[in-house]
Every structure is written in structure tokens, then in C-alpha cells.
């Protein structure tokens, strides 16, 4: 059974740069048929795509995020990450990775993790 | 990018179908059949309900079905349970190599 799990700080401070990592377990990270993604859920309100990235690195962002964001993969340790640059108040959400099926991540994302929240404040 | 439009909220009793939209534009919705539906339920993950429009992933009841219209998906949940109650989001491929999600609606079974 596939498994997802985001791991970083939960707390950081406005300006600084959030950093997550999602390990993938029960399944390898190398296949073409898949990309790997992160969405975002701020408290109270809906899902908010960040953006996906292949196993060869082959990335697609969210414009509105584009200039703050880069999502990395290691295939070495079957993981994958984020780096959300220059945070404010407004990045304060719950940080999904999932799996997204599909050329290009057209498909729906069937495997998530369950979810880190991060906190911007001072 | 402009998250799809879906209503806030919609609410059915037991055993009853309920249908939720999903609008969007020739960009996404109306151009690609890349439509997928997630349900989640407070505290917890979004869930995969359908993908491809109408497609049903393995372990998804079939009282959950998908479907298109020009710029607007549906989902139509039949024989309405108490388990369905929860946050729907629909969210589209779109021409800009993006995805894009709907604003999410709640279901309320009464």
C-alpha cells in the first residue's frame, strides 16, 4: 500500500522560507506514470493546487505562486519537496503532497498524505 | 487562475440524489475531459471519488458518478447516506499546464 508523509517545521516565521519534505513509502517514486504534487488547505477554507513534479524533474507551478515556489525530487531516498519562499500570514495552511496519475498530472491525485499544518508567525 | 465555480452549499435527505456543479471555461473544464472529484471529510484528507470526468477509482461507490457538459462537470451522488456528508472540491487540467480547483462545497444530509 502506497503511502505519503509530509515532514517538516510547523512553525515559521514571516519572510523566512517554508520547507517540506514527503517521503513515499510502499512504492517507488520512479515511474513515468505518475507526477507528485502539493496542494495547500488554509484553515477553513479550499484546496489550493502549488504545483507538481515528475521523477525526472519536470515541474509545473501555480502562476500565482511561481516566482516563490521550487519543488524538487530525490529519487535516491523516494522523496520529494517544497520551498515556498518569503512567507507572510497568508501562506498559514495545511500542506498536502499526493500522487497525481496521468501525462503531464492531468489525472486525479489517488494517494495523499495526511496533511502538516505550518504556521507563519513571529 | 480562476478556481472553478461550484455552489457553497447543497443538502438532501437520505436516499435521495443530489447533484453538484462544477463551472469552469473553454480553457479547462470545456477543453480537456481531465475533470476529477475529491470528497473530504473535516480533519482528514481529500479522497479521490472520480477522475477523467467519469471514471470511479477502485474502492469508490458506485452511487458516485461524473459527468460533462460543455464548461460545466457535475457529480451526482445517489441514494443519499449519512457517510457522504462532507466537503466536495472538483478541479480541472488546464490549458496553461496547471490545475486549477473549485471552491468546495458542502454537502448536508438532512
Known amino acids: 500500500q502506497l503511502q505519503l508523509q509530509e515532514s517538516g517545521p510547523g512553525l515559521v516565521k514571516p519572510s523566512e522560507t517554508l520547507s517540506l519534505t514527503c517521503t513515499v513509502s510502499g512504492g517507488s517514486i520512479s515511474s513515468s506514470s505518475y507526477y507528485w504534487g502539493w496542494i495547500r488547505q488554509p484553515p477553513g477554507k479550499g484546496l489550493e493546487w502549488i504545483g507538481s513534479?515528475?521523477?525526472?524533474?519536470?515541474?509545473y507551478y501555480n502562476p500565482s505562486l511561481k516566482s516563490r515556489v521550487t519543488i524538487s525530487v530525490d529519487t535516491s531516498k523516494n522523496q520529494f519537496s517544497l520551498k515556498l519562499s518569503s512567507v507572510t500570514a497568508a501562506d498559514t495552511a495545511v500542506y498536502y503532497c499526493?500522487?497525481?496519475?496521468?501525462?503531464?498530472?492531468?489525472?486525479?491525485?489517488?494517494?495523499w498524505g495526511q496533511g502538516t499544518l505550518v504556521t507563519v508567525s513571529s | 487562475q480562476s478556481a472553478l465555480t461550484q455552489p457553497a452549499s447543497v443538502s438532501g435527505s437520505p436516499g435521495q440524489s443530489i447533484t453538484i456543479s462544477c463551472s469552469g471555461t473553454s480553457s479547462d473544464v470545456g477543453r480537456y475531459n481531465y475533470v476529477s472529484w475529491y470528497q473530504q471529510h473535516p480533519g482528514k484528507a481529500p479522497k479521490l471519488m472520480i477522475c477523467?470526468?467519469?471514471n470511479r477509482p477502485s474502492g469508490v461507490s458506485n452511487r458516485f458518478s461524473g459527468s460533462k457538459s460543455g464548461n460545466t462537470a457535475s457529480l451526482t451522488i445517489s441514494g443519499l447516506q449519512a457517510e457522504d456528508e462532507a466537503d466536495y472540491y472538483c478541479s480541472s487540467y488546464t490549458s496553461s499546464t496547471t490545475l486549477v480547483f473549485g471552491g468546495g462545497t458542502k454537502l448536508t444530509v438532512l
Open positions: 499526493a500522487r497525481q496519475g496521468g501525462v503531464g498530472a492531468t489525472g486525479g491525485s489517488d494517494y
Open positions: 513534479i515528475s521523477y525526472t524533474g519536470s515541474t
Open positions: 477523467d470526468v467519469s
